[in-house]
């Protein structure tokens, strides 16, 4: 059987310094009817550039320019505007990254499911309704009847995903085109959509492009895996295949990236903490007659860093993650609770701090993008701490920068450019440099891997083991993704929303018991392997609350909303009690040890 | 010639090479213009106050390229002369007003708090008072003078150049690179001047090039009403007021110092717009 979708030879190129270069590179493909293809790749791999090639679209200084695409009976290189306006939303449709910028504000979410189809006609509104009734209940959307009158803010990230993919198949398209539709989201709220993708697709047959730079995703979703880099097809096969035996190297590097192995334990010095915080509450807004901040983030956390070791802390967006970092950098202060550093207290206000509890802390934030200075070139970037902590100058200072470019890989050339000069990950490498050019004790490090490319990402892990080694500091490693924490630190706490709801050593996070938000953030990592979606157990079946829902009351469990394993008449009535488990484990849970293994082994 | 001002050459004829068209055109006029208020006075052919002349409002000719005034003297050697006023007390006083709106733009923004809300409210009573109405209560108050018209375009023209800096101040305050200085404990002079300001020089160029047209055409206006620049002295819009009589005849007199303040202001503009459409240009890219 002749397959639905036929890409020949494409070809995509971009103006760039004047001149021409091409970012797709004679790539071909074909999807028999009802299947998945994944394109996968690390960023400017241009599996995003061919999946709108499919809509006959190019981004703006880019262009087509060659080969040959068919969809159906249709050659969509060869249409006129007129035509291709026929064809996009109604023969191929496409479900961004971000929902969230997608959805216009102010309509209701139905009127803006069902334009695709009223603008091409294929039904009348009342059936156009019906049919979003029935995608939305498919899709596994709470209150199907009722969605659709509400207005996007109204609904949950996880919740608009859906939405979207509702907005794609009101019109049953040939194909659809998913553009990494899961990319922005939390973990917990990841799974919710990919089990409603993957039923969607199954249930109405759809024939489906998968875009994602997640192999973990892809794996559960696609039927065939096209490996691009570089614009060029590196390898294609069936997922299994793919998974199991690739063939091309470049495959082999991306699937190790992606499951990242243990990188060195480190050895606690010494039996006073580093770092050891107590009852910590901080936030923003106007501190009320109380001295609480408006909007409390963190609520009553403790922690401690031992010298030499890592401490890892994970949560979803909002769990309060990046502003415990900002405390301690004293960014952010704090409006209850004490901070000792080295057994002395430190002034969580910046003006309180001497130069000196400056230089041992420092903090390395997320976005590389934003977090180096435009205007100054490498070499003063590094400069700058070296003089203003350690008052070195000149030559002396122009040998310790080229020091710090080799501890960190970089070539001593690149001291001369710009940030702008740099690719990503060169550009975390220079943060990290800045923060060791001070030679601190503690290194806070905020996401820092989190906006780079697997293979990227891995390098800098690498780097941040081997630096620990040589250097013994202590690190903060704060990240959403628990298989990089996993991978480098020794200590593990879990934060959700400001509260420290579980805590232990690496080892406590590789069995149960855990917390039940732990236990739902572990599993809902995607693992690399086709058909662990469709064997998760029950209990993660949980549902995200929509944005501005009532929080549980003050001093319950924060989880109490979305704990599949709720205690009617005990948790929504009294606080959870922090219950040591052994072993430096305490959760905060009325679920007793034996209770907990017992629900998450099952 | 060292080095350095060999590549500063180098690097400037790049740009110069590298913008659109119109830019181009108005960095050509701006060039002139300031050539002419550096070497204009040594150049002219006659003396700047010589009736040279028996003709008032005399035509272009061969001997006065420009005619002459309503005295008889050599228009051209008036404008050279006029260009110099009109450029360099602009220069000056938006160089003052750029300068002080900034430095204080950026106080606020690192401040924040009190002195920021303080210093804003000021300036927003400030930025409500018309600059001609200002100037000329200035005038009427303390007579005409070179240093008084600066003085008072400077202080008309701060409040802008203020709120410009300061909503760019603020936006890249808030940047993690400045954050990341904060958390190194730097002080905040040094985040001002080292991180904030070099962020913010670009836009604040193209201000300053809107600013000096905004003082160019005030003092101009002032003269033409007989309160900016006094006589013997005369910057363009003297010239203009000077020849008014001419108009009817269609003198070249009251024309052509017209036409200098049109180049002048509309190249500057042309400039900026170049410039700031080439960096947007390269942000996006």
């Known amino acids: 059987m002749e397959p639905l979708v036929q890409v020949e030879g494409l070809r995509v190129i971009a103006r760039k310094d004047g001149g021409e270069a091409p970012i797709v590179k004679d790539v071909g493909f074909s999807i028999p009817k009802g299947e998945v293809l994944a394109l996968i790749g690390e960023s400017g791999s241009g599996k995003t550039t061919i999946a709108l090639a499919l809509l006959g679209y190019a981004r703006r200084g880019c262009r087509i320019a060659g080969g040959s695409i068919r969809i159906g009976g249709t050659r969509v290189l060869e249409l006129t505007p007129g035509q291709l306006y026929e064809l996009r939303g109604r023969k191929v449709s496409y479900i961004a990254q971000s929902a969230a910028a997608a959805f216009n504000p102010m309509k209701t979410i139905m009127d803006q499911v069902i334009e695709g189809a009223l603008i091409h006609g294929t039904s009348t509104r009342a059936e156009a309704e019906a049919k979003a009734v029935d995608l939305f209940a498919a899709l596994a959307l709470p209150d199907p009847e009722g969605i659709g009158s509400r207005y996007p803010h109204q609904v949950s990230g996880g919740q608009l995903q859906r939405l979207m993919a509702a907005m794609a198949l009101i019109t049953d398209p040939e194909l659809v085109v998913l553009d990494e539709p899961t990319t922005a989201l939390d973990v917990t709220t990841q799974i919710e959509v990919l089990r409603a993708f993957k039923k969607v697709v199954r249930e109405r047959g759809a024939t489906a492009v998968y875009v994602s730079h997640d192999l973990a995703v892809v794996a559960q979703m696609a039927d065939r895996i096209l490996v691009l880099s570089d614009g060029e097809m590196r390898e294609t096969g069936a997922t299994a295949q793919i998974l199991a035996r690739p063939r091309h190297p470049y495959t082999r590097s991306l699937l190790a990236a992606a499951a990242p192995q243990v990188r060195g334990e480190g050895e606690p010095r010494g039996d006073a903490p580093l770092l050891e915080i107590r009852g910590l509450v901080a936030g923003y807004g106007r501190p009320d007659a109380s001295g609480m901040p408006a909007a409390r983030v963190l609520d009553n956390v403790d922690l401690a860093i031992a010298r030499g070791s890592t401490l890892g802390v994970i949560g979803e967006s909002g769990s309060g993650k990046t502003t415990l970092a900002r405390v301690v950098a004293g960014l952010v202060p704090a409006a209850r609770g004490t901070v000792l550093f080295d057994g002395k207290p430190l002034p969580t206000n910046l003006k309180e701090r001497t130069r000196e509890q400056f230089r041992r802390i420092q903090i390395v934030f997320q976005n590389a993008d934003t977090v180096l200075n435009p205007a100054h070139s490498v070499e003063r970037i590094l400069a700058r701490p070296l003089a203003f902590y350690h008052g070195v100058r000149g030559e002396e200072a122009r040998k310790r920068i080229a020091r710090l470019l080799d501890l960190v890989k970089l070539p001593a050339a690149l001291a001369a450019r710009r940030p702008a000069e740099l690719s990503g990950g060169q550009k975390q490498r220079v943060n990290l440099a800045r923060a060791l050019a001070a030679e601190p004790d503690l290194v806070l490090c905020d996401e820092v891997t989190s906006a780079l490319d697997t293979i990227v990402g891995a390098a800098v892990l690498d780097l941040l083991a081997e630096l620990r080694r040589e250097l013994g500091v202590s690190l903060m490693f704060i990240s959403h993704d628990i298989s990089t924490v996993r991978a480098v630190c020794d200590q593990v706490m879990v934060l959700y929303s400001g509260c420290k709801v579980d805590a232990g050593s690496r080892k406590a996070l590789a069995s149960p018991p855990f917390h039940p938000y732990a236990d739902l953030l572990i599993a809902s990592v995607p693992e690399l392997r086709t058909g662990w979606l469709d064997g998760l157990p029950a209990r993660l079946a949980v549902e995200s609350p929509p944005p501005g829902a009532e929080k549980p009351a003050r001093g319950l469990c924060t989880f109490l909303d979305r704990c599949p394993v709720r205690i009617a008449g005990v948790c929504d009535r009294e606080p959870p009690p922090r219950r040591d488990l052994g072993g430096g484990k305490e959760i905060l849970c009325h679920h007793t040890r034996a209770e907990l293994e017992a629900l998450q082994t099952a | ?285």
């Open chain 2, 1 to 285: 010639m060292s080095a350095i001002p060999v590549g500063l050459v180098r690097s400037g004829w790049r740009t110069a090479t590298s913008l659109p068209i119109a830019g181009r055109v108005g960095l050509l006029f701006v060039v002139f213009w300031l050539a002419v208020a550096i070497f204009g006075p040594s150049i002219a052919p006659h003396d700047v106050g010589a009736v040279v002349s028996p003709d008032a409002f005399a035509p272009l000719t061969a001997a006065y390229p420009l005619g002459t005034d309503y005295l008889g003297r050599d228009m051209l050697s008036r404008i050279l002369h006029a260009a110099r006023f009109t450029v360099g007390l602009a220069l000056v006083a938006a160089l003052a007003a750029s300068a002080t709106g900034t430095t204080l733009a950026l106080i606020a923004a690192t401040a924040g708090g009190w002195i920021d809300e303080v210093m804003s409210r000021l300036m927003d009573a400030f930025i409500s008072i018309p600059s001609k109405m200002l100037a000329l209560v200035m005038v009427a108050a303390f007579g005409s003078s070179a240093g008084l018209l600066i003085l008072t375009a400077a202080l008309s023209y701060t409040p802008g150049a203020y709120r410009i800096a300061r909503s760019l101040a603020v936006n890249v305050k808030t940047l993690e690179y400045v954050q990341a200085a904060r958390a190194r404990g730097e002080r905040l002079a040094y985040v001002a001047g080292m991180e904030i300001l070099p962020n913010m020089v670009n836009p604040m160029l193209a201000d300053f090039g809107l600013r000096f047209v905004f003082v160019v055409l005030l003092l101009s206006g002032m003269s033409f009403l007989g309160l900016g620049v006094q006589p013997p002295d005369a910057d363009l819009g003297s010239l203009v007021r000077e020849n008014i009589g001419g108009l009817f005849e269609g003198a070249p007199a009251v024309v052509t110092p017209a036409i200098a303040i049109a180049t002048l202001t509309v190249s500057v503009n042309l400039l900026i717009d170049a410039i700031s459409g080439r960096a947007t240009r390269v942000v996006e890219n």
